[in-house]
Structure formats: C-alpha cells, structure tokens
C-alpha cells in the first residue's frame, strides 16, 4: 500500500505513477482521515509514503498519520518513502523515519515543480512540464529500485542541519489569518470540498478560515478557477501551479 498527501497534485502524481509500474494501490492520507475512503487494499509486502516537503520537513497530517499506532502496526516488511520538493527534501525521511519508529529501507527525492505561491512565483507552465518529463524518468527508476526490494537512505549532515533550523518555523507559518477571498470569487465551493485539513467553509457564499491553522498544502490558492484566493497582498501578483493545469 502507498499513501500519499498532497495538496496541488505533485505528491499524487509521484504516487499514481508508482501504484501504476509496480502494481500496488494508492491512497490519500487526507481522505482517510475524513473518512471518505473504503476499504482500499494494495500490497501487504510493501508499505510506501508520498508526500512533499514542507520547511525541511513533513506535513503535519503526515506525521500525524505516522506516527499513528495502527499505521505502525500496518507496516509492511519494506517501507519505503519518495519525498517531492522544489529544491532540497533535507533530511524529512528522517522525521518519518521517527514518526514511524523504524528505518525506511529505501528513501528518495524527487524534484517537482515549485508551488509555495505563499513566498514566491511557483513554476511557469513551461518548467513545470519540463521538470515532470525528468520526474518521470526519476519515477520509472525508482519503481524498479522498490521491485527490487534495493535498501538505500538519504543522510548526510548538511540535511539534518537544515530541517533542524527550518522545521520550526513551519508551525509559525501554517496560520489561516491571512487568507482571503477576493472579489474575483464566484462561491463554486471547490477550496471548502479540496482542503484536506478541512480548515475551510462557504458562509454566506465566500470561503472562510474556520481553522487558526492549516497543512499550508496551498491547494485552495493554488487550485481556486478564479485565482480568487489571497495570501497578503503579495500573492496578487504571483501566478499559481496546479498540476491538473497542465492537462
């Protein structure tokens, strides 16, 4: 069994293809959570995670859903994990690997194309299409390494330094207070029904932030038809990424 998070589509992109070339099964971990997914069964011979990147580290569903009693004892005898980032995954394996309470056999990145709209431009469509051409082939590769049951980690100094003095300040960002609907909002309801945290709800046709804090996933700004969603006044003029926007 594979289960992802994802909140723009990059991290279930990587998990679909996978499930695909080695013929498991694939599940949202956000879907679990709010119960909307059945009985789902893929390999018991492997367990795998897919998910992004996130100030150095995990998303806080994922770590959550880890560290879970029933999901440790649901582990399969090879545990895998493909982290997708915009640049360096830093040492997140080794904070699932925590979570988990056990050692992945076989750890990887894999690059993605840019989404934090909330700090910065995300990918153009042009990189994006470019980056998933070579993340398919990483892809591809990586399915024949979990068939081969190969045991490769990820550690070096330099990564644990750098989640050491990133993840922290992801909690101080994960906050809801900023976000807002403009008036380019047309009330379709789509951020409420994508959000994995369920942190949003449509009261009197406009999205509001019911939670003082969220995955940061950045599906709703990412994903909304009308980029009606605001992040403070600087993302008015960013573009945003969706991998379905590439279809």
């Known amino acids: 069994m594979i289960y992802y998070f994802s909140g723009t589509g990059n991290s279930r992109y990587a ?4 499930a695909r070339l080695t013929g498991d099964k694939c599940v949202n971990i956000a879907s679990i959570y709010k119960g909307t997914v059945g009985s789902v069964s893929g390999r018991n011979d492997v367990t795998g995670f897919v998910f992004p990147v996130y100030f150095s580290g995990m998303p806080e569903m994922v770590k959550r859903f880890a560290s879970h009693p029933e999901i440790k004892e649901k582990l399969a005898p090879y545990v895998f994990a493909v982290i997708t980032c915009g640049g360096d995954a830093a ?3 080794l904070a699932l690997e925590k979570a988990l309470g056990r050692k992945l056999d076989l750890s990887a990145s894999l690059l993605m194309p840019d989404n934090y709209v909330i700090a910065y431009n995300p990918s153009t469509k042009e990189d994006a299409i470019e980056r998933l051409k070579k993340a398919d082939a990483k892809l591809s590769g990586i399915a024949d390494r979990i068939l081969r049951r190969e045991k490769h980690s990820r550690k070096s100094s330099k990564a644990k330094a750098l989640s050491i003095a990133m993840y922290p300040f992801y909690n101080l960002f994960r906050t809801t207070l900023f976000f807002k609907a403009d008036k380019k909002c047309n009330s379709c309801g789509l951020c409420e029904r994508l959000c994995p945290e369920g942190a ?4 009197n046709g406009k999205p509001v932030w019911i939670k003082n804090k969220c995955q940061h996933c950045t599906g709703c700004i990412n994903t909304c038809p009308q980029e009606a969603i605001q992040f403070t006044r600087f993302t008015e003029s960013r573009g945003r990424y969706s991998i379905t926007k590439l279809k």
């Open 15 to 18: 998990a679909e293809k996978i």
């Open 91 to 93: 040492a997140a394996d």
């Open 200 to 203: 949003i709800e449509i009261q």
